[in-house]
């Protein structure tokens, strides 16, 4: 079946500094990516999608400035989170969009970031 | 503004018994919904859809039935086993290439 890896799976970062979330489909080609964050017993939000080679869209209420997305190949899209702040903590995942007629997504097991 | 609203955060279960797992949605440009199954700490993984052209998609113990004009959509597990328990959400999106809108999700958890 279809494989979405994220890396790393939890990260500890202190507040002002940059981390980066890398999100690989493993066994297709994903032109469309997406990053949502869930805060504890809440629902996905869609932050983003990312299109390879071009910009990503951003959802209202989106900082793109703060959260950096790079759609470099067909296979690897990256979100940074810059400056982090204790805010920013929070479980991000990623999804990627499996070519074909279907649309269909399969997600990525996540990235617990906690900035301290 | 809510589009997917899932009312119950939490149900609980027998073994052996039925789970029912409702959602609702607002948006009537959706047309085709999905439910995901996710465990703590791990990413969402699929489980049934259903078309807004159908009113029920059966697959093995799930099934997804559609009420359009109640805007209303719900899963059952029969029979529940221990192993079902998760958070489920319901998904939705209003064109093929669309967005995916989630509920808030709904702790299931199925006691032995």
């Known amino acids: 079946g279809a494989v979405v890896s994220q890396h790393p799976s939890w990260v500890i970062c202190k507040s002002g500094t940059s981390v980066k979330i890398e999100c690989r489909s493993l066994?297709?080609?994903?032109?469309?990516m997406f990053w949502y964050r869930q805060f504890p017993k809440q629902s996905l939000m869609l932050m983003a999608t990312?299109?390879?080679?071009?910009?990503?869209?951003?959802e209202q209420g989106v900082e793109k400035d703060k959260f950096l997305i790079n759609h470099a190949s067909l296979t690897l899209s990256t979100l940074t989170v810059t400056s982090a702040h204790p805010e920013d903590s929070s479980f991000y995942i990623c999804?990627?969009?499996?070519?074909?007629?279907?649309?269909?997504?399969?997600f990525g097991p996540g990235t617990r970031l906690t900035v301290t | 503004d809510q589009q997917v609203k899932q009312n119950s955060p939490s149900l609980s279960v027998q073994e052996g018994r039925i789970s029912i797992l409702n959602c609702d949605y607002t948006?009537?440009?959706?047309?085709?919904f999905l439910w995901y199954k996710k465990y703590p700490a791990e990413g969402p993984t699929f489980l049934i859809s259903?078309?807004?052209?159908?009113d029920k998609n059966e697959d093995g113990r799930f099934t997804v039935f559609l009420n359009k004009s109640a805007k209303h959509l719900s899963l059952h597990i029969v029979p529940s086993q221990p192993g079902d328990s998760a958070v489920y959400f319901c998904?939705?999106?209003?064109?093929?290439?669309?967005?995916?809108?989630f509920g808030q999700g709904t702790e299931l958890s199925v006691k032995p």
């Open positions: 999804s990627a969009r499996f070519p074909g007629q279907g649309y269909e997504q399969y």
């Open positions: 066994d297709f080609q994903a032109t469309t």
């Open positions: 990312s299109n390879e080679g071009s910009k990503a869209t951003y």
């Open positions: 948006n009537s440009m959706f047309d085709y």
């Open positions: 259903i078309s807004s052209i159908k």
């Open positions: 998904a939705a999106r209003a064109s093929p290439g669309g967005k995916l809108i």
